[in-house]
Nanobody, 121 residues
Framework: VQLAESGGGLVQTGGSLRLSCVAS????????MGWYRQAPGKEPEMVAL???????YYTESAKGRFTISRDNAKNTMYLQMNNLKPEDTAMYYC????????????????WGQGTLVTVST
């Protein structure tokens, strides 16, 4: 399974970005997918998950500001991020797993190289 993220960049506080993750080498539609991030000097953290049937889960930091979605026909997952804050600055990674439950438990089948999001004050 190969995952490739894109869409990161530099944005001002309050701005928006949309991240994309293209998957290949797997039956994308049956996989749960998710976005994770790692800020400098911090542990990786889960941001949002989406099941094969488009159910979603958000961590508290993402609720109300981020929207995860997927287009199975394009083997692509997205993360729309609005009202960005400096504390959102991190490397963002997409990941694939069996189910949202297994991913939430820390079992990931694959992850990408990451795309950097920097939010300036």
């Amino acid at each position: 399974v190969q995952l490739a993220e894109s869409g990161g960049g530099l944005v001002q506080t309050g701005g928006s970005l949309r991240l994309s993750c293209v998957a290949s080498g797997t039956i994308f539609s049956v996989k749960a997918m998710g976005w994770y991030r790692q800020a400098p000097g911090k542990e990786p953290e889960m941001v949002a998950l989406i099941s094969s049937s488009h159910s979603t889960y958000y961590t508290e930091s993402a609720k109300g500001r981020f929207t995860i979605s997927r287009d199975n026909a394009k083997n692509t997952m997205y993360l729309q991020m609005n009202n960005l804050k400096p504390e959102d600055t991190a490397m963002y990674y997409c990941a694939a797993g069996g189910t949202m439950a297994t991913m939430a438990g820390g079992t990931l089948d694959a992850w990408g190289q990451g795309t950097l999001v920097t939010v300036s004050t």
